[in-house]
T-cell receptor
Framework: DAGVIQSPRHEVTEMGQEVTLRCKPI?????LFWYRQTMMRGLELLIY????????DSGMPEDRFSAKMPNASFSTLKIQPSEPRDSAVYFC?????????????FGDGTRLSIL | AQSVTQLGSHVSVSEGALVLLRCNYS??????LFWYVQYPNQGLQLLLK??????LVKGINGFEAEFKKSETSFHLTKPSAHMSDAAEYFC????????????FGTGTLLAVQP
């Protein structure tokens, strides 16, 4: 079975540019999570969706960040405009419906560098 | 509220030695507990999970963890470390309710010395 697929794997761009990160969850999974990982702050949950609906976006750092899930097989995380402090590894994860005993399955991440 | 504390951000062991990574949790509801491993330049992979039933849980790569309610702990162990075990390990607890949201610890970086 294909796992969670993220693209691109690496992104280097200049400050002020728009950045779009993409995620394809595992087929049949109803939950989708976006995380950010940095040395200073560790693993932070940014937002998660259930059945394509955003449930909790309290971790989104500011209005420059937005996430969408137009259908069950695709989600995007957008940063506009980007800043150097947004440099991090961004992970997408998905899990099945069925309660809190369902594990999350992670993609390999997008390593984002803002110059 | 749910929380996870991992004692020791860095642990170093010799190859063949016992691995012990500590995790304590706080939960207002019966917890579901997870250990994940992250190898360099990869996402997190599930090592094992505790939901209900047997308190000693076996996972992949020879790891196991024991749920101790009285100690609110879920420590991860492996009898004999291998070089390939070098990675970062994360403990997580379910947020509670019907959601699949997890609360992650800050991670423990395991180094294995030859």
């Amino acid at each position: 079975d294909a796992g969670v697929i993220q693209s691109p794997r690496h992104e280097v761009t200049e400050m002020g540019q728009e950045v779009t990160l993409r995620c394809k969850p595992i087929s049949g999974h109803d939950y989708l999570f976006w995380y950010r990982q940095t040395m200073m702050r560790g693993l932070e949950l940014l937002i998660y969706f259930n059945n394509n609906v955003p449930i909790d976006d309290s971790g989104m750092p500011e209005d420059r960040f937005s996430a969408k899930m137009p259908n069950a097989s695709f989600s995007t995380l957008k940063i506009q405009p980007s800043e150097p402090r947004d440099s991090a590894v961004y992970f997408c994860a998905s899990s099945r419906q069925g309660g809190p005993n369902q594990p999350q399955h992670f993609g390999d991440g997008t390593r984002l560098s803002i110059l | 509220a749910q929380s996870v504390t991992q004692l020791g951000s860095h642990v170093s062991v010799s190859e063949g030695a016992l691995v012990l990574l500590r995790c304590n949790y706080s939960s207002s509801v019966p917890p579901y507990l997870f250990w994940y491993v992250q190898y360099p330049n990869q996402g997190l992979q599930l090592l094992l999970k505790y939901t209900t039933g047997a308190t000693l849980v076996k996972g992949i790569n020879g790891f196991e963890a024991e749920f101790k309610k009285s100690e609110t702990s879920f420590h991860l162990t492996k009898p004999s470390a291998h070089m390939s075990d070098a990675a970062e390990y994360f403990c997580a607890v379910s947020f509670g309710g019907a959601t699949n949201k997890l609360i992650f610890g800050t991670g423990t970086l395991l180094a294995v010395q030859p």
